[in-house]
């Protein structure tokens, strides 16, 4: 049994609805976030700071941000894409942001318009500034281990633009198996050749997608790995518009559910997160994700 802290990133109320087809309003976004603080997620990442043309379901973060009850102990980061992202989340007092890239040349050029090497030149004047106002970036890299477009990905690709991140000054980076391909088999050896590539003193998450039902697997073969930070949405909410077909994100109450009996410690109440996406889920009129929930939901009794 292992027995060390976890970190949970709940994505929820921001890569978990930026997809949804019926608008999300405002207060339903405050509420969620409340809810999952109030659950004991550690970090939760609660907007975007985007063009409400190319993500509408994010409009309106900087009212979310003002609308939320912050814990001081938990991280509210935000999705930033430039500069103007930038200064919203400042003016949000926000302690991280986060950035995002591809290791996949299609996927880039399709999700965000402009090559991986036009990528490094978009985020590097963020990076450089969120740093300079004390504000901590983490780094999202898609497709890597398979892409839509493209196929598998190498891993020495992954890798490159790791090890371009790191040497801007980043310190986490959060390794997305977009379109949920992976396996423990492709897992390992592209966390190995990240690993070789950033050095020990970069923290790396992972961010796996459930499309083939494997994303519990991959967690563990990364705990395996040493790695001890995960990404996770609440009911599973999410998916990817740019990658048809792609699942949604691993649902945190599966992963509590796993992690917790193995020993691990999150400070995470299972009970209040089964709560929660079960209400967020009859909000929004979708299915719920988390096969921990359904069973949960079966076995209670009104009283």
């Not at 790695?227 to 909410?237: E, K, M, Q, Y």
């Amino acid at each position: 049994m292992m027995s060390d802290r976890i970190t949970l990133v709940e994505v929820g109320p921001r890569d978990g609805l930026q997809n949804e087809p019926k608008p999300v309003s405002t207060a339903i976004k405050v509420e969620l976030v409340d809810r999952l603080t109030d659950a004991g997620l550690p970090v939760i990442e609660a907007g975007a700071f985007v063009s409400p043309k190319w993500v509408p379901q994010m409009a309106g973060s900087d009212e979310v941000f003002a609308g939320i009850t912050r814990d001081p102990s938990v991280d509210y980061p935000a999705l930033v894409p430039n500069l103007r992202g930038l200064e919203a989340a400042q003016r949000a007092n926000l302690k991280t942001i986060a950035i995002f890239l591809s290791a996949s040349e299609t996927f880039s050029q399709r999700n965000i318009n402009c090559s991986i090497a036009k990528s490094y030149e978009r985020v590097q004047p963020v990076v450089a500034a969120a740093q300079e106002a004390g504000i901590a970036v983490r780094a999202y890299i898609s497709c890597v281990i398979g892409c839509p477009y493209e196929g598998a990905i190498p891993t020495k690709a992954v890798a490159a633009v790791a090890e371009h991140l790191v040497g801007m000054g980043i310190r986490e980076l959060s390794l997305g198996d977009t379109i949920g391909v992976g396996t423990p088999g492709t897992i390992r050896p592209m966390l190995k050749t990240v690993r070789s590539a950033v050095g020990d003193e970069i923290t790396l998450a992972g961010h796996y997608h459930d499309t083939y039902g494997q994303a519990l697997s991959n967690i563990l073969a990364s705990l395996e790995d040493g790695i001890r930070v995960f990404d996770s949405s609440v009911a599973g909410l999410g998916g990817c518009p740019y990658a048809p077909g792609a699942g949604g994100n691993v649902p945190t109450e599966d992963v509590v559910y796993m992690l917790s009996d193995m020993g691990f410690e999150f400070g995470v109440d299972l009970a209040k997160l089964v709560d929660i996406g079960h209400w967020i889920c009859r909000v929004i009129d979708r299915s719920n994700g988390s096969r921990v929930t359904r069973a949960m939901l079966a076995t209670r009794t009104e009283p």
